[in-house]
């Protein structure tokens, strides 16, 4: 079958990142249905189970986030060098990146399995909802290498210039799961009732469609992935790579949960409707910014690219043009919240109180949700050309920096609507400072140099470039 592969470095941008971004959209939209289908149906059979599976979500998270850091780190390496390279070379990457998820998968299965107790436990399980999560983890951790390898698999498809694919068959595992949810969880007809067993089945049969799809794409029509792996020094080499820009991005990816979790417990001082605004909120904010989201994921394989041929021209005006997406995109957030940020509010809740507070946060935040956009542009584009601690730091001081410290003095001056102020400063300071860090580290790469040193310079899978 004929490969999909697409030079990044050719043709007009602006109608180029459409057509990448639109299935990315699906895609993304779809793993988030994925996540709430579990939640949904469980909350249909019972507190203790909705409470079990809300048990596994940091476990799942953390596991989910090395994938997806492994996933862009493979992604930066083979669009930085898939126009530079002979093909044998990127099927090295692909496999080495493969074999490396496998390797974490072994791990955490073996860790996994040995520590489901004891680790629940310390994140407060009770012993009503242990059995529960004992019941939910096990299936889970047996069927991460279903939810671990597409991940890796299709940013390596995504990496050849090919993001319809991807986008197309996280759809598809989300149909599947959302099929399978209310009949494994509930029962129907002879299918007995499995309750929480039901959630772990659906989620690796859905996940494990993606695999199959996944492998067939890389083997059968990519031929990406090779039988026979490289030597051991040279598949370490390619490892080192891959982790240079994995690690900071996990990293970075792990920050956004773990500094929620921090000012909900600073929002939980204000009481139960105000955390429930949050809650709301924050579900908003996961769907509204799906669009400047997969524009990000693209960014990184349309950076990357460029980088590599050393089209820094192309890759400056693509950055200028995706932030302009991201600003439209962000206005038309800020009028909807306006004008309808009540009706909005009451989809998710019938409370006045929680209904009032959640149209208060959008109307004040909207307005700043296209410099978020901004940052999520500038970092993943950061990640493309090898450039992954910039990356991490600036997604930390949008947190870490400004929104929790921030939040904190107001919640001692006991403002709620102070905390909002927090987000709202801290997406525009973080937005003002990507941009101008990024558009530094681009004009400075732009330099007169014979096409000997560029090559030198760019030739990124002999010598991993140190971060500015």
Known sequence: MRTKQRDLTQGSI????????????FGMLGMVVFNLADTYFLGMVGVNELAAIGFTFPVVLVIGSM?????????????????????????????????????VISVFVIVGLLTIRPMFRALGATPSVLPLIEDYMRIWYWGMIFVVIPMVGNNI??????????????????????????????????????????????TVIARASGFVITFYILVV??????WVLPAFVEVLEVWKKILYIALPATASILIIPLSIGIITRIVAEFGEEAVAAFGVVSRLEMFSLVFVNALGSVMVIFAGQNWGKARIDRLLKGFDISIVFAMCWG???????????EQVAGVFSDNETVVGLTAKYLVIVSFSYGFHGVLMIGINILNGIN???PSALLM????????????????????????FWSAFAANIVSGVVTYTTLKNVLVKSVV????EEDHEELEVNKKIPQAD
């Open 14 to 25: 602006a109608p180029m990142l459409i057509k990448l971004v639109w299935p990315m959209v």
């Open 67 to 103: 994938a997806i850091g492994i996933g862009i780190g493979v992604s930066s390496l083979i669009s930085r060098t898939i126009n530079v390279e002979e093909r044998s070379v990127i099927k090295q990457y692909a496999t080495s990146a493969i074999v490396l998820g496998l390797l």
């Open 157 to 202: 498809i995504r990496a050849t210039g090919d993001t319809f694919t991807p986008g197309m068959i996280m759809t598809a595992a989300a149909l599947v799961n959302i099929v399978l949810d209310p009949i494994l969880i509930l029962g129907y007809g002879p299918i007995p009732a499995m309750s929480i067993k039901g959630a772990a089945v659906a």
């Open 221 to 226: 029509r990519e031929k990406l992935l090779a």
């Open 331 to 341: 206005m038309m957030l800020f009028v909807v919240s306006q004008l309808w940020s």
């Open 387 to 389: 450039r992954p601690l």
């Open 396 to 419: 930390g001081l949008r947190m870490f920096g400004l929104y929790v410290p921030f939040a904190y003095v107001a919640a001692l001056y006991g403002s709620l609507i102070g905390i």
């Open 448 to 451: 007169p140099a014979t096409p």
